[in-house]
């Protein structure tokens, strides 16, 4: 019988897929919220760059004498019970609450992959202490443990980040053991246990790589909240330290007594906050659309 | 007049991103009584097609977007949603291949039975029960009175399919339209559930329409099919005619590509080359074409339509004596049927035209 | 590396066969999964018998099909044979090594010689791997050639299997399903195996596919030489590609034969009621056949009914009365013929029986094309049947639940 044209080595000529990332980025490009996300992160990370050049002040020259004073051509989100200018403090504010919150997340991130992995991985009384661990990590609020961490840590970008990023990483274990659990059971797992590929082979090459993505999703979430967290410490005076450092929770707690004087004081560092986390949100949500793994066909 | 009549039904699924061509111009008729058989492969349609003439489809990707469907003389198109509630349940019922998502996993047996019945019928709440019992019984339910109360993951996968046989049934509608009801459940317990199905059906004198894709089922079960592919029907025939006499080459690769139980050992497999079709794309020509060893020229630009395969003066569409429509430029021969390949000296299938993908 | 002495009834079948060793000995496989219970602490309260006690040898370059319906525990059985699962008891030897307890090195080295082919062709491709990727990677994972040997080696996979060898670099959602399949088949023969399970490989594909992937594998089997463990559970494709048939019930073996014997002559009454459920596409035949209808649905594996497994729906065992013998002793698996053993305490008397000679249409041919083309020369029957005559049924005490054998009226 004559092979005919229309034989199984047809695929359409034309590759309606370049790779997987490609695919998602296109989708991702494609959904409008996801844009505004990404519009609004990216106007924030290019504020926090940028500060040193765009901001018509240094965020600590201040003139005491100045006081407080609503949005002016000079100052257009006014000054400060010290006379510093909002503005520029707005701008040096972003650096803080994005590096921290990002690195925060990070961090997190990294160490929730590691102990979900082991977890996932190992199984059995591992698995077992391991989650019970943090189930009660899970069981104290975030904000809580922060601020218990940097209570017992002292202040400093760095003990912020610590505190943060452990916060959240008990969420990315169980997520990541949860996706590694279903994953193990998947037919092409099994078909790699049965060529003989080794655990780590099997958790490196085909778990983690399909396990990620709604890591990835709840990630860029977490940074939303990431960014109030820190805000929240700085609210509680439990913020960097140095009061010369601007940064957005702080400068909340420092213009909460003005709100009815002074509202534009709480205004700005408040929406900064907002705009940036409901920015993250976006995109997560675009990411979680993007990713999704439909890719049955 | 008919029981049910459609017409040139065309239905899309559009979503921003593209569209999905579902059904092309599928005409069917089915008179009171009778069981159609429904065949294809996954996509052809055969489902979708059902699912327009319960205006089940889903909203808002699913469109009627040309045709009629004609029930009992009234255009189902122009109805509004409360008028085919109406009609739901009580004149037409469907059931669906997987139990399990289509009975309501909250509710109990009792609950949605005799929900159903007072849906459509003024009667008190005991004697919808009994009528509920009465049913469960007739569909071979051990022990009604006790599973009343059960849920339905309590019940195993054929049993769940009696329920849904005796909740479609529960109203005595006229058509029952069943969608691959078996093709879940072992083959011991489809064989259960597809005598009771016949059993239940005949007794009752209600139309049915099968949608399956197992051609067995079909001999056994019905007295007319349609072969439908790519949205199309491309062949409709009284069940005898479409085996003894198969004219389209569809339909003689489904027939040699199965592998028979009475077959004879070594008896050889005769596959259909080719990849099921694209459905994103609108179609153009028969789309079949480029699995297709008997197609010509004609084949690749014009959809052939669904006529006889001799020239005859009246069409029957329905009943035993149902005339033998192919859609087709060139059906196959009697002797080809059985060699299954072209037999005629020096036919080459004609190749597509230049610019034309597979 | 010492090798366990095999079981007894291993090497006395080994003897029997001729002295050539089979491939693949299973001698009372058992697998079962426990069932916990418990918050704090989980105790053990009983267990899944998956496969309870399963005895089958398979032979070089043969395709046994093991077929059943769902809960049987012929997937199980796939899966233990390639020792994804540790064996509850029992003995697996394949090619003369004992390989029930095997680990590390020994299994990985045992597991270049089997592999395995898995029924949904979307779920057992990786789908952030490439499609030479995936068939790539049993070499990687065992060290064969250099890179660019490796490579050329999946472009001549991939050919071997149908596919364009220059579709390697896609990914699996890029493939249709019976490709996706056509990539699983070439992963699996990367290695130059021995023997492939293949777990049900064409029930997710349409049926105009199916045809091709049979094919396939036949072709294959003829190319290399392979031996398959053909799962399934179509009988009419299992009886199509197997030399020989297992038939499993609720974690055990009731019948095995060969593919012609097991249809012309099952001895066991489940084998009996499966054929008779398999629906021909022949309108005719299926007119005149007469099934059996089994009463009830299959009793759960964690807890069988005691002695036979089938005793709860058995239309034999209604008809003789219901002898308690099926409730107290689980019939052991006997040699009926040669190569036809069936464990039924009464399968003398499905010889013969209406049921057995009814279950297919007789003497008459079919009135479908595919009969056509069936030559009609041989009889279908190894006893000369009586003709069946409509609505008689077979004379037996008439007890409520008796299965009665129905014609199948025309709608």
């Given amino acids: ?297 | 007049m008919h029981l049910l009549s459609v017409n040139n039904l065309l239905v899309r699924f559009r979503t921003h991103d593209e569209s999905v061509f579902a059904v092309n111009g599928v005409s069917l008729d089915l008179d009171e009584g009778e069981t159609l058989g429904l065949v294809g492969e996954s996509g052809c349609g055969k489902s979708v097609t059902n699912l327009a003439v319960m205006q089940l489809l889903p909203k808002p990707a699913g469109k009627i977007e040309g045709g009629e469907v004609v029930f009992q003389g009234r255009d189902l198109l122009s109805l509004d949603e409360s008028e085919m509630r109406e009609l739901r349940g009580k004149e037409i019922a469907m059931i669906f291949q997987d139990p399990m998502t289509s009975l309501n996993p909250v509710l109990t047996i009792e609950e949605q039975m005799v929900e159903t019945i007072r849906a459509h019928r003024r009667v008190s709440k005991p004697e919808a029960r009994a009528r509920t019992l009465e049913l469960l019984h007739t569909v071979g339910i051990p022990q009604p009175e006790a599973r009343l109360r059960n849920f339905p993951h309590q019940f195993s996968g054929g049993m769940r399919q009696r329920v849904m046989i005796a909740m479609a049934l529960a109203l005595e509608p006229k058509l029952l339209i069943a969608d691959e009801p078996t093709t879940a459940l072992d083959v011991t317990i489809q064989a259960q559930v597809l005598d009771l199905l016949q059993r239940l059906t005949t007794e009752r004198g209600t139309a049915v329409i099968l949608i399956t894709h197992d051609l067995g089922v079909v001999a056994g079960m019905t007295k007319r099919v349609n072969v439908m592919y790519a949205g199309f029907v491309v062949e409709a025939a009284s069940t005898a005619d479409l085996f003894a006499r198969p004219r389209h080459p569809y339909t003689v690769g489904l027939l040699h590509s199965m592998p028979r139980l009475d077959a004879q050992p070594g008896e050889p497999l005769i596959p259909i080359e080719g990849v099921p079709p694209d459905l994103r794309r609108a179609p153009v020509g028969c789309p079949f074409a480029p699995r297709c060893a008997w197609r010509v020229e004609a084949c690749w630009t014009a959809m052939p339509p669904l006529d006889p395969i001799e020239a005859t003066q009246v069409i029957v569409t329905t009943g035993p004596n149902a005339t033998h429509r192919i859609a087709c430029w060139n059906p196959v021969t009697p002797e080809e049927a059985i060699a299954a390949r072209p037999l005629r000296a020096g036919f080459e299938p004609a190749a597509p035209p230049t610019e034309a993908v597979s | 590396m010492a090798q366990p002495p095999a079981p007894s009834g291993v090497a006395a079948a080994a003897g029997a066969a001729g002295g050539a060793s089979p491939l693949l000995q299973l001698a009372d496989l058992q697998m079962y999964f426990p069932i916990t219970s418990g918050v704090l602490v989980s105790r053990h309260v009983g267990d899944v018998r998956a496969v309870d006690g399963v005895s089958l040898t398979i032979e070089k370059g043969e395709t046994v099909g093991l077929v059943g319906e769902s809960g049987c525990g012929k997937s199980t059985v796939g899966r233990t044979i390639l020792r994804l699962y540790r064996p509850t008891g029992g003995h697996i030897v394949f090619e003369g090594q004992e390989i029930t307890t095997a680990e590390g090195s020994t299994l990985r080295g045992v597991r270049r010689r089997m592999q395995m082919i898995f029924q949904d062709p979307y779920a057992s491709l990786n789908p952030r791997m490439t499609a030479a990727g995936i068939v790539s990677e049993p070499l990687e994972i065992h060290g064969v050639g250099t890179g660019r040997e490796r490579r050329q080696r999946v472009r001549e996979l991939l050919a071997t299997v149908g596919l364009d060898p220059d579709y390697g670099d896609r990914y699996p959602h890029e493939f249709s399903g019976g490709q996706r399949q056509r990539i699983g088949v070439a992963r699996a023969l990367a290695l130059h195996p021995d023997l492939i399970v293949a777990d049900e490989p064409i029930s997710a594909l349409d049926v105009s596919i199916q045809a091709q992937i049979i094919n396939l594998l036949e072709r294959l089997q003829g190319e290399f030489g392979l031996t398959y463990l053909f799962i399934a559970h179509d009988l009419s494709v299992v009886r199509h590609i197997s030399d020989r048939i297992a038939v499993m019930y609720l974690g055990r073996l009731v019948e095995t034969a060969t593919s012609r014997e097991l249809y012309e002559r099952p001895l066991h009454p489940y084998s009996v009621a499966l054929l008779s459920a398999v629906p021909i596409p022949d309108p005719a035949i299926e007119s005149r056949r007469r099934r059996i209808i089994l009463i009830g649905d299959v009793p759960s594996p964690s807890n069988p009914p005691p002695g036979c497994h089938f005793h709860t729906r058995c239309w034999l065992r209604a008809r003789l009365g219901n002898p308690e013998r099926c409730v107290e002793e689980q019939p052991a698996l006997r040699e009926m013929a040669s190569g036809h053993a069936v464990a039924c305490h009464f399968a003398e008397e499905v010889e013969g029986s209406p049921e057995q000679v009814l279950q297919i249409s007789g003497d008459s041919p079919g009135a479908s094309v595919t009969a056509a083309a069936i030559t009609p020369t041989t009889a279908t029957t190894a006893t000369t049947p009586p003709a069946p005559t409509p609505g008689a049924l077979p004379a037996g005490p008439s007890t409520p639940q008796q299965p009665v054998p129905r014609r199948r009226e025309r709608s």
Avoid at chain 1, 230 to 242: E, I, N, Q, S, Y
Avoid at chain 1, 243 to 254: C, F, Q
Avoid at chain 1, 264 to 276: E, H, K, R
């Fill in chain 1, 1 to 297: 019988m004559a092979a005919l044209p229309g034989s199984v080595a047809v695929v359409p000529t034309r590759r309606i897929s370049r790779g997987l990332w490609h695919d998602a980025a296109r989708r991702l490009l494609r959904n409008g919220p996801a844009i505004v996300g990404i519009v609004f992160i990216a106007f924030f990370v290019i504020a926090a760059i940028l500060a040193p050049i765009i901001a018509p002040y240094s965020p600590t020259a201040c003139t005491l004498s100045d006081g407080i004073h609503g949005p002016s051509p000079a100052h257009i989100m006014g000054t400060d019970l010290q006379g510093c200018d909002e503005y520029s403090r707005v701008l040096y504010g972003a650096r803080i609450s994005l590096t921290v919150g990002i690195t925060a997340v990070f961090f997190g991130l990294v160490g929730g992959v590691l102990v979900g992995a082991i977890a996932g991985g190992a199984g059995g009384i591992v698995d077992g202490v391991l989650m019970r661990i943090i189930d009660v990590l899970l069981a104290v609020p975030g904000i809580l443990l922060a601020i218990g961490i940097v209570a017992w840590l002292g202040h400093g970008e760095i003990q912020i980040v610590l505190a943060v990023g452990v916060s959240y990483a008990p969420i990315f274990a169980r997520l990541l053991r949860g996706s590694l659990l279903a994953l193990r059971e998947s037919d092409y797992v099994i078909a790699a246990r049965s060529m003989g590929a080794s655990p780590v082979r099997i958790l490196l090459r085909h778990m983690l790589p399909n396990a990620l993505t709604p890591l990835i999703v709840q990630a860029t979430l977490a940074a939303a909240t990431a960014i109030i967290d820190v805000a929240g410490l700085g609210f509680l005076g439990l913020g960097p330290g140095d009061p010369r450092v601007a940064e957005w929770g702080e400068m909340l707690t420092d213009s909460a007594r003005f709100l009815q004087n002074a509202p534009y004081l709480i205004l700005f560092p408040g929406a900064a906050i907002v705009i940036s986390a409901i920015g993250f949100n976006l995109l997560g949500d675009g990411l979680r659309e993007a990713l999704d793994p439909r890719l049955k066909r």
